[in-house]
């Protein structure tokens, strides 16, 4: 099994920036990927970003490219969302996931282990 806990959600104004983190524990050898996703309401989950756990690759929807950087510290097992330049169209509940058989996978099925999420409030 797997364990994922996000934190670092908030409110924040349009304009400013947050750094969510994905503390992951548990049977971390078996992962190949980590990913964020968001749902905002009445709407379906959707990709974010996503890295490899193995490796140093990285991919990013495309709305969120060139404002949002996911990183992550191998030796705290730590995955983290930077997001700058928030917009309102970006307040969703955020959540991370792992997966046990592709790097950088963007749907949600593939995904094995998803955390609780963490609530992102961007005001204009």
């Known amino acids: 099994q797997v364990q994922l806990v996000e934190s670092g959600g908030g409110l924040v104004q349009a304009g400013g920036s947050l750094r969510l983190s994905c503390a992951v524990s548990?049977?971390?050898?078996?992962?190949?990927?980590v990913g964020w996703f968001r749902q905002a309401p009445g709407k379906d989950r959707e990709f974010v970003a996503a890295?490899?756990?193995?490796?140093?690759?990285?991919g990013y929807t495309d709305s969120v490219k060139g404002r949002f950087t996911i990183s992550k510290d191998s030796a705290k097992n730590t995955v983290f969302l930077q997001m700058d330049t928030l917009k309102p169209e970006d307040t969703a509940v955020y959540y991370c996931?792992?997966?046990?058989?592709?790097?950088?996978?963007?749907?949600?099925?593939?995904?094995?282990?998803w955390g609780q999420g963490t609530q992102v409030t961007v005001s204009s």
């Open positions: 548990g049977r971390t050898f078996t992962i190949y990927g």
């Open positions: 996931a792992a997966n046990q058989r592709y790097n950088r996978a963007w749907a949600t099925s593939i995904y094995d282990y």
């Open positions: 890295i490899s756990w193995r490796g140093v690759g990285t």
